[in-house]
Structures are given as C-alpha cells and as structure tokens.
C-alpha cells in the first residue's frame, strides 16, 4: 500500500467518526420521544385555549370582596329622663313596628300634665267670665247713651223754655221770677247732659278694658294649651315603641336604671337590608343600575342569591371620611380608590343577616 493510500484510508475513518448534523439529531429525538412532544403541545394548545376562555369569560363581570350587609339601624335613645320600670324586649327579639320596648317612671309627668288641664281649665273660665262682663258693661253703654239721648232733649227743652221766659220779660208780659227759674233749668239740664256723655265715655272706655283683659285671656288660654300639649308629649315619651320592624341588638337598657335624653337604650335592626359593595374605580366603566348580581354570602358557603344593581354613590369613599384626604399638599402617590354600590336582594334571604357581614357580589356586567 503506497503512503497515499493510507492517508486516503486514515481521512474515510475520520470522516466516519464526524457527529451527526442537528437535523439528524432533531430527527433522531422526534423519533424517540414523538409521544411527549405531541402531548405537551396538546396540553399548551388546551391551556392557551382555556385561558382566552377563561378571560372571555371572566371580562363580563365584576367581582369585589370588599362588601358586607348594610341597614340603617336604628338608635333607641329617650327624649325625657327617668328611671326604667319596664324593659318588656331581650337581645335578638323580633318586634313588630309600634311594640313596647321600655317605659319610664312617668308620675313626675302625669301630674305635670294634671297642672297643664287645670291651667287650661282656668284659662278658659277667666275668658267666659271676661265674655260676661263685656256683655254687661255693653248694656250699660247702651244705658248710657239712652241718657246721653234723654238729657239732649231735656236741654234742648231747657233752652226753648229759657227763650220763652226771656222773650216774655222783653216785652213785659212774663216775670223775672219765671225767667230766672228757666235759666236754672237750663243749666242744670246742661249738666245733666254733660254728666250722661261722662258716663257714657266711661263705660266705652271700661268696655275697652275688658275687651283686652279677654284677649290676654285668650293669650293665655293659647298659652295653657302649648303646655297641656308639651306636657301630654312628655307623658307619651315615657313609653318607648319601635319606630319600624326588626330585632333587638346591643340592649343596655334595664329595670330600675335611669334613662337620660339621648341616651341609647338599645339598638333596632330592621328587617330591610342590602349590600354595599366598594368597587375599585377601575370597575365600574360598564356597571350599571340594574345589572344581575350574584351574592354570595360568607356565613352560608355554596349558596348564592340573586340581587341586582340598585345605585353607585356619587362620590369614593374616602371623599366622605372624617378626615378626607388632601393630595394638595406632600408627596402624591395615585391609589385606585373605592367607590360603594348599592346592590339590593331579589328576594330577602329569610336568614338571620345583620349589618357588617361579608358577602362577595358578582356583577353581570356584558
């Protein structure tokens, strides 16, 4: 074998022993594992196509955690003082509207309101009694001008007589007897009218007087009444009823304690209640009044109730709080803030449900 036969034979070995190219290797591992790939792309495809679902799915609604039963509870609280003789409720009592839920030791105000009548009472007999002497002090006015009336006509008698007398002496055929004595009459008939016009002002003027002694009666009387019915106020507010129907909470009231004006005695949760819900801003670009809503309640897992979209307060939350906040002044940092909707019941859930319970709505919003 000559020298270049031997390297020939030396550079076909090498050329055997080269590796393979990647299509050869990428042919060799699909050979071998065809079963697995396949599956994991089967399994890709199935994911990316459950998750566009998913997504397709979930952008037609709105969900929150931040949500809880709300009512508008109500604050028993008295309007008068007193000790408590009766407390007739217990915690968690269903009462009906106008039930009795305490009473107040009500003497005080029962002989307040006895005072009240009587004042009224007496009110009343002084404008009778002023009504009776205006109608007799009118009878003497009217006496009084009947005399006004008889002594103008005697003193107009008076002076035709006085002119008789004087006229008869002028010529010589009466006396100055007879003259003299129709000139006293005269005078005293001038007199007499005088004093029957005296009388009648007098009597005018007394009228007068009644007439605003009845008024201040009347005043009065008005005055007896306002009291009567403040009185009659007080002695009702001794007995505390339900303003609307629902059950007893946080009950502090009890016999024998004394009871203070605002004091809260207990507290009345009525039977209609909703779902506030604070939705972030970001959620409510198609959340609309009326929208289908899924409650799900915390207390009672795997059951849902259906409700709808009531309203959307016009405002977040934070722009109501005891102290808003006030992005004017240090550093801003923009927080997606929550805005609270009210979601109401289809049907009220005949559950035991009180304000401050959670609940997770679901809003159909596409």
């Known amino acids: 074998m000559t020298p270049d036969d031997a390297a020939r034979t030396d550079t ?15 042919r060799g591992f699909l050979a071998r594992h065809g079963r697995a790939v ?15 679902g998913w997504w397709l799915h979930a952008r037609n609604y709105e969900s929150t955690d931040d949500a809880f039963i ?3 509870s109500v604050s028993v609280s008295p309007q008068v003082s007193g000790a408590l003789v009766d407390v007739p409720v217990t915690d968690n009592q269903l009462v009906e509207a ?4 305490a009473r107040i030791d009500d003497r005080d105000y029962a002989a307040a309101l006895a005072q009240a009548h009587a004042k009224a009472d007496q009110s009343q007999a002084d ?21 006004v009336t008889a002594a103008q006509a005697a003193l107009q008698f008076a002076q035709d007589e006085n002119q008789r007398a004087q006229d008869l002496v002028k010529t010589g055929a009466g006396t100055q007897q007879r ?20 009388g009648q002002t007098s009597a005018d003027k007394q009228l007068g007087v009644l007439r605003a002694q009845a008024q201040g009666a009347a005043a009065a009387l008005e005055q007896a009444q306002a009291s009567l019915l403040q009185a009659q106020a007080n002695q009702d507010r001794t007995v505390l009823t339900a303003p609307v129907a629902g059950r007893v909470a946080k009950l502090s009231a009890a016999n024998g304690a004394y009871a203070s004006p605002g004091q809260s005695l207990m507290m009345l949760v009525p039977r209609e209640i909703w779902v506030t819900a604070n939705f972030k801003e970001t959620q409510l670009d ?3 009044a009326g929208q289908p809503v899924s409650i799900s309640i915390d207390a009672y897992p795997g059951r849902d109730f259906p409700g709808h979209v009531d309203s959307q307060q016009f405002g977040s939350g934070t722009a109501f709080a005891l102290l808003p906040a006030e992005n004017a ?13 009210k979601i109401v019941f289809d049907q009220p859930p005949d559950l035991p449900l009180g304000p401050g319970m959670s609940v997770v709505p679901t809003v159909t919003v596409r």
């Open 12 to 26: 076909e070995a090498g050329e055997d022993r080269k590796p393979a190219a990647p299509e050869e290797d990428r």
């Open 38 to 52: 396949l599956i994991g792309a089967v399994a890709a495809v199935v994911l990316l196509a459950g998750a566009v």
């Open 70 to 72: 709300d009512a508008r």
């Open 98 to 101: 106008g039930a009795v839920l």
């Open 127 to 147: 404008i009778a009694n002023f009504a009776a002497q205006i109608e007799a002090q009118q009878a003497r006015l009217d006496q009084a001008r009947v005399q």
């Open 179 to 198: 003259a003299d004595q129709a000139g006293t009459d005269l005078r005293q008939r001038q007199a007499d009218l005088d004093g029957a016009r005296s």
């Open 286 to 288: 198609l959340m609309r």
């Open 329 to 341: 002044t240090g550093n801003y940092v923009k927080v997606v803030q929550r805005v609270p909707v």
